[in-house]
């Protein structure tokens, strides 16, 4: 992309922030520049810019007369990360489960099915984009935004899925079994599987004891 179009600083950093998490720029890799002018056209300084507010949220790392490469997470950093994800996540579980309706599960099966269309059919970017709707929309049943707001600050933050996670197919099927267990604990407001299948979820261990073998029973009204 040769020609440089106007785009705001905001959306430029969200550009970047999504294309690092979804595994476009490998954890380690140094970027140039001159690079992401072309792939985002946009200015050099609105590059610079954005690559500023990026090592801010420690998604990348300036290192002074070398550049910018992003930020590789070491295992101790990203266990403690996933550690407070599990931690925030399942808090948000009950409010999650006290405001679900019928529309929420709606919209909920049907991003979990578009996640499973492009496990067999999409780019690594689709399969991001679309886990990571699932998982705004999941949130957006929890009431307490500040909670969100952190939580969704720490996914931006921990190792990316299809760098990290997903290395196998397999892996990226059990991600999409897990967000329809995710439903059913929604469904028959049962709070305590809905906590079980996130830290399973966030921990990258398996389905194993997650869940019982027979679908929970639904709540009346």
């Known amino acids: 992309m040769s020609a440089k179009t106007k785009r705001s600083p905001e959306s430029l950093v969200d550009l970047m922030a999504r294309d690092i998490q979804a595994g476009v720029f490998t954890p380690g890799s140094w970027l140039k520049q001159i690079d992401l002018e072309n792939r985002y056209g946009a200015t050099r300084m609105d590059v610079r810019r954005a690559l500023d507010q990026l090592a801010l949220k420690r998604l990348v790392r300036h290192v002074p007369n070398r550049g910018y490469h992003v930020h590789a997470l070491d295992d101790r950093q990203a266990d403690e990360i996933r550690d407070v994800r599990v931690i925030l996540e399942t808090a948000a579980a009950e409010s999650m489960v006290e405001n679900v309706g019928p529309a929420d599960l709606e919209d909920l099966r049907r991003l979990a099915a578009r ?92 389905l194993e004891g997650v869940a019982s073998t027979q679908p929970p029973k639904h709540k009346s009204g």
């Open 115 to 206: 996640f499973d269309e492009l496990t067999l059919t999409g780019t690594i970017l689709e399969q991001y984009e679309a886990n990571i709707a699932f998982h705004v929309r999941l949130l957006k049943l929890c009431s307490n935004q500040e909670l969100v707001n952190i939580v969704m600050e720490l996914r931006g933050r921990g190792p990316s899925a299809p760098a990290t996670q997903w290395k196998t197919r397999a892996r990226i099927e059990q991600s999409g079994r897990e967000h329809l267990l995710m439903i059913e604990a929604l469904a028959a407001h049962d709070t305590a599987a809905l906590r079980r299948v996130l830290t399973a979820h966030i921990r990258q261990t398996g």
